[in-house]
């Protein structure tokens, strides 16, 4: 694959001295008091679905096969329901739902009505044939596709074993993934959700520091709602093994610069999250302005 589509050298420490404002998808982000008035002047990120909501964030990112291709394509397509099983490079078995369900393409409903979005999918080298089915990741070149039609769309690539497993991921227990944390868009190790993408991702662009919504939360998130499906679960989130590992990673690597403004109830649970304050925030959006001009010239 040709290396200009990742997010590529030029974006690192880009945005130094810069404050990241993400919209994760859980309940604490309905919390949040102007956040129209916030997201116009500070240099906001959102995540998979919640794109929908806020399409005039500054950076979205998703790493979900069904959420990219919903997002990126300009037409309706169909998805099989992934029911379980197994997808590796050169072998498979699993089930899926025979009928498709049929979805409406929202790039131009939705990215195409902010062309300074920068836009960034998180893919894998293999399985290439999930494409038709509600599993996994992004297959690489479909991402390329995607980045040669839309403007200000990179890549980044998500670290898998030869089984098509995340191994390893994101914990203190494994020094190593500590050690790469953020350094390598070609190769990032994973930390059980979005989350631990994104986050990596801000590291190596350098934000200076992050204040979070709806990250941590108990209750059901909207991020990742299968809304099309009639059987769509209704529970709450539940964070896996994996992910509660990585928020110790992330605690870590960022301190005092990981903050949450609403939310975070489960990680507390773990370390000491810091809590942020609104005058945290900024008040006009020059210093938003400056950044997205050196983000979009960055070609």
């Not at 982000?29 to 906001?44: A, G, L, Y």
């Not at 291709?69 to 089930?95: L, N, P, T, V, W």
């Not at 773990?270 to 900024?282: H, Q, R």
Request: with cysteine; charged share 20%; hydrophobic share 30%.
């Amino acid at each position: 694959m040709d290396n200009k589509y990742l997010l590529n050298p030029s974006f690192k420490d880009i945005a130094k001295d810069h404050t990241a404002f993400c919209i994760f998808g859980g309940p604490s982000s309905n919390e949040t008091q102007n956040i129209d008035n916030i997201i116009k002047n500070n240099f906001t990120v959102t995540v998979n679905h919640s794109i929908a909501k806020y399409p005039n964030v500054d950076l979205f990112l998703t790493a979900d096969n069904l959420i990219s291709r919903e997002y990126f394509e300009d037409k309706e397509f169909f998805s099989h329901k992934f029911i379980g099983g197994k997808m590796i490079e050169e072998a498979s078995q699993f089930k899926y739902k025979k009928e498709p369900t049929w979805i409406q393409g929202k790039r131009n409903t939705v990215l195409s009505q902010n062309p300074n979005l920068i836009k960034i999918i998180g893919c894998y080298h293999f399985p290439c044939y999930n494409h038709n089915f509600s599993s996994g990741q992004l297959y690489k070149y479909y991402g390329v596709e995607y980045c040669k039609e839309i403007p200000n769309t990179y890549l980044c690539l998500l670290h898998k074993d030869a089984n098509n497993d995340p191994n390893p991921v994101l914990s203190l227990t494994l020094p190593e993934t500590v050690d790469t944390y953020g350094t390598d868009m070609g190769k990032i190790i994973v930390g059980g959700n979005v989350s631990g993408i994104l986050l990596q991702v801000l590291w190596y662009m350098g934000f200076s520091k992050v204040i979070t919504v709806g990250l941590g939360d108990n209750g059901k998130s909207t991020g990742y709602s299968e809304q099309h499906w009639k059987e769509a679960p209704t529970k709450g989130f539940e964070w896996s093994n994996a992910s509660l590992h990585s928020v110790l990673v992330h605690n870590k690597i960022w301190g005092k610069n990981l903050k949450t403004l609403h939310g975070g109830d489960v990680f507390r649970d773990y370390c000491d999250f810091p809590k942020a304050n609104y005058d945290e925030l900024e008040t006009t959006p020059e210093k938003k302005n400056q950044l997205i001009n050196k983000l979009i010239s960055n070609k």
